[in-house]
């Protein structure tokens, strides 16, 4: 590999900005310490392999405490087995936080490294009535400062410049080569004495938390900073999913019409269209859910609420990062688990991603909504609660415990441990940078199309041609809805439908709950649409036929036991697949697979046989 | 004392701490270091985390563990 230049800084420096505004691509910033947890690469300049840049996680020290820590050091001292050791470092030090900076940089002057340094948020301390003396601070370390704002593009042209020219680089002075912390930090104090008066605290950053973080106030906000999340996610983004969801139907209406009805149109619309269409219909939620993640880490909100949350996580074993993922959760698991990346104790991650798909999710809302409207009476409890209303909140709030439970019981066993003190620091609430917010939302979507997306797409083929296969010989004049069904039936998911029934039986489902539940492995609402084909009514025309169908022709008890099963299976190929790519291995999505098939099956069969109790 | 045992808004002298662990040396690594004058700014009730200051930096900490951090009250500011 050619010469890279590592950007190096401590968490909240605006390095992440910095690099993102530099580059334009592949990069996660975060005003919350420790989002950068895998090192990004990029290219600087307008030739091609010109300048390769490498935004490591912001850190603290060379001696890690985390994960991403840890990778951030390996690399800088070239231990990595996978990135080779930077050949130059442009190191990043926050203005109004530099006594961490020179701290950091006492270290990082060890290694030899030839070094440039970029100090950015001069323009806060202006702001605050301070003054910051770059050139001072160039005079006691002996190698080039260039004073940056980031999101302003002041001190950008230069920066680009300079990297652009090995020369300006200075191999610096190392010091203390074997101080402990202590002279480091003493050292560090001096110097910032020297190079920077700062009058006073952020003022306004310490009356915003007066009132942020206010013992009853502050939950009361939080609180509906959470509500606000929850419901834009499913109302803002459902017309756009819904507008995916119709322009994919015209799309294989279309296919349907201009090609000739056999397999390859079945293909291209059943297949390869519903395959795509299952992926980009979850882009809405995806695109929503991380700028609104993005602009609450920017802006310095997340560090507050993950203040005000710790102690409720801590009942569980987990931290207040967590609450970002599970929320998240809420709306799609995949989303949730992408910004599980926030958490920087391996464990706590761990444990928040697996309990993740347990969160219910929007997918399984056509299933409720269909099943009980069908068998949940309209009455109303107490003259004014909806008995329905209360059985689907009682869905949500079940799946929501039994996840934090297990999130207890794993942190007590899989993950077990000491515990990671809960710490972290509260930057000064700033402006999010809209170039910085549009590079890592583009980012992180593109990431899931093209990685989740693929799996997905494989996968819907995959069951397509399970249910397309064998063909049937239609007797002439069947409608066109009987042939579905037939070829459905004769299937070879037909075939295994029958075949594991035995296996489901116990849970009250007959061969065609059965066959719902295996076509719907790969996307829970597909549930809606099996049994629509099984039952032999055009779902499109509406289900209200369809409810009636299925209450005349599925037991009670059954209904119910589908259900409970839906509360916990993990029945989504896509959470799968982000799971694997987060975790790194197929191990973690087959451990959360088989456990969540537990717990739904027995919920599911305790569900039955209740209910079968209660009515005789 | 403990630095928990602050009440808030009074102001206190770093002593040490009662283990060397990572948590810790990091948080000396964060400018911690006995002789730093902290600020109690806030707690969270049911024994949640603090929040304190000192020198530029503000940061919020679950300080009820093995991990003392002892400090000695500053009365008159």
Not at chain 1, 168 to 189: G, H, N, Q, S, V
């Amino acid at each position: 590999m050619h010469e890279t230049t590592a950007f190096v800084g401590t968490p909240n420096s605006g390095k992440s900005t910095l690099f993102n505004v530099l580059t334009g691509m592949r990069q996660k910033v975060g005003n919350f310490p420790g989002v950068t947890l895998e090192p990004a690469l990029g290219e600087i300049g307008n030739k091609p392999n010109s300048n390769t840049v490498l935004d490591l996680p912001g850190i603290y020290s060379l001696d890690p405490i985390s994960p991403d820590e840890e990778l951030a050091s390996s690399v800088l001292y070239g231990t990595n087995p996978h990135i080779p050791k930077p050949s130059r470092i442009l190191f990043i030090m926050d203005a109004t936080s530099i006594e961490k900076g020179l701290f950091l940089y006492s270290q990082i002057s060890n290694l030899g490294i030839p070094i440039i340094i970029a100090v950015t948020m001069v323009d806060s301390v202006k702001a605050q009535g301070g003054v910051f003396d770059d050139i001072a601070l160039e005079r006691i370390l002996n190698v080039p400062i260039i004073p940056v704002v980031g999101h302003k593009g002041i001190g950008l042209e230069e920066v680009q410049r300079m990297i652009a020219d090995a020369t300006y680089f200075i191999i610096p002075d190392p010091l203390f080569a074997t101080a402990d912390i202590k002279e480091r930090i003493l050292w560090a104090r001096a110097t910032t004495k020297e190079v920077l008066s700062l009058p006073q605290l952020n003022a306004f950053s310490t009356t915003l938390d007066k009132v942020l973080l206010h013992p009853i106030g502050g939950i009361a906000i939080f609180l509906s900073v959470m509500v606000l999340f929850f419901q834009s996610i499913f109302s803002w983004a459902s017309p756009l999913m819904d507008l995916i969801e119709t322009l994919f139907g015209n799309m294989q209406e279309q296919v349907a019409y201009l090609l000739p009805q056999g397999i390859i149109a079945d293909f291209i619309s059943r297949g390869l269209i519903a395959g795509v269409g299952s992926v980009i219909v979850f882009l809405p939620q995806i695109l929503l859910l991380n700028i609104i993640i993005v602009i609450l880490e920017d802006c310095g909100y997340l560090a507050r609420a993950a203040f005000l949350v710790d102690r409720f996580m801590g009942i569980f074993g987990l931290q207040g990062r967590s609450f970002i993922p599970l929320l998240g959760s809420f709306a799609c698991a995949i989303p949730g688990i992408m910004s599980a990346r926030i958490i920087p104790s391996h464990r706590e991650r761990m444990a928040t991603m697996l309990i993740a798909p347990l969160m219910t999710c929007s997918a399984r809302l056509p299933v409720y909504t269909l099943l009980i409207s069908a068998f949940i009476p309209t009455t109303l409890i107490w003259g004014f609660f909806s008995l329905q209303a209360a059985v689907l909140a009682g869905l949500y709030i079940i799946a929501a415990l039994v996840g934090l439970f297990i999130a207890l019981i794993m942190k007590k066993t899989v993950f077990k441990g000491d515990i990671t003190p809960f710490l972290i620091e509260f930057p000064p609430y700033r402006m999010p940078s809209l170039k910085s917010l549009l590079v890592t939302v583009y980012d992180r979507s593109k990431d899931f199309l093209t990685s989740a997306g693929t799996v997905i797409v494989t996968l819907s083929i995959i069951l397509w041609f399970l249910s397309a296969f064998p063909r049937v010989d239609f007797p002439p004049e069947t409608s066109t809805i009987v042939q579905q069904q037939m070829q459905l039936e004769q299937s070879y998911a037909g075939s295994l439908g029958k075949v594991i029934e035995p296996l489901f039986a116990p849970l009250g489902f007959d061969w065609k709950l059965t066959i719902g539940i295996i076509g719907s492995f790969a996307a829970r609402e597909v549930f809606v649409t099996v049994m629509g084909q099984l039952y032999a009514t055009d779902t499109s025309l509406g289900d209200e036929s369809l409810r009636q169908i299925l209450y005349n022709s599925i037991p009670l008890a059954s209904a119910l036991s589908v259900l409970a099963f839906y509360v916990f299976a993990l029945q989504c190929i896509s959470t799968m697949a982000i799971l694997k790519r987060e975790t790194g291995s197929w191990k973690w999505p087959a451990f959360a697979f088989a456990y969540t098939f537990v717990l739904a099956y027995m919920f599911a069969f305790a569900t039955y046989r209740i209910t079968l109790a209660l009515i005789s | 004392m403990n630095i928990c045992d602050l009440a808030v808004g009074t102001e206190a002298i770093l002593e040490g701490f009662s283990t060397d662990s990572p948590f810790t040396r990091r948080l000396q690594e964060m400018g911690l270091i006995p002789g730093t004058i902290i600020r109690l700014i806030r707690k969270s009730p049911f024994k949640g985390p603090i929040e304190i200051a000192f020198g530029y930096t503000r940061m919020a900490l679950r300080p009820y563990s093995e991990d003392k951090i002892y400090v000695t009250e500053l009365l008159n500011k």
